[in-house]
């Protein structure tokens, strides 16, 4: 296992939609393991393959709190098939947009069909943090961000700071 590192704003793979697993074989397990070893390094409680530079259909998600037992959960292609009218609020960070956090509204429960490590499909109804882990990391594979949520202003704010901090990073 290797911790790979994340991929920060602005850079241009975040927009990338994510393309399909086409078998989760070897290749793909090994990248799943990759991907919890980051997240629980970094720390976060979700990660999207393309977020350490792999545009594959591939999130990991664990919600345990630091000294609760692990709980790691692999979605593989995961698609959103249902979501609720009913909206709830949570505050979302990223691990790719370090150190920014805002209220985002997402539905409040969704129904995901994917599939595990081992390639069988499943569907899962999530509500509470789980269901807004899930949007939040489905969201990337479609190359989408959670400040992409936000109004203009805010959302412009943090690209430009992000832009500024690469650039200052490049010119080192």
Sequence with gaps: MTIRPIIILPDPILRETSTAVARVDDDARALIADMFETMYEAPGIGLAAVQVGITKRIVTIDLAREGEEKQPMVFVNPEIVWSSEELSRYDEGCLSIPQYYEEVERPAKVRVRYQDEKGEAHELEAD???ATCLQHEIDHLEGKLFIDRLSKLK?????KKFQKQAKREHDL
Excluded: A, F, K, S
């Design 128 to 130: 509470g943090l789980l």
């Design 155 to 159: 959302r412009d704010r943090v690209i």
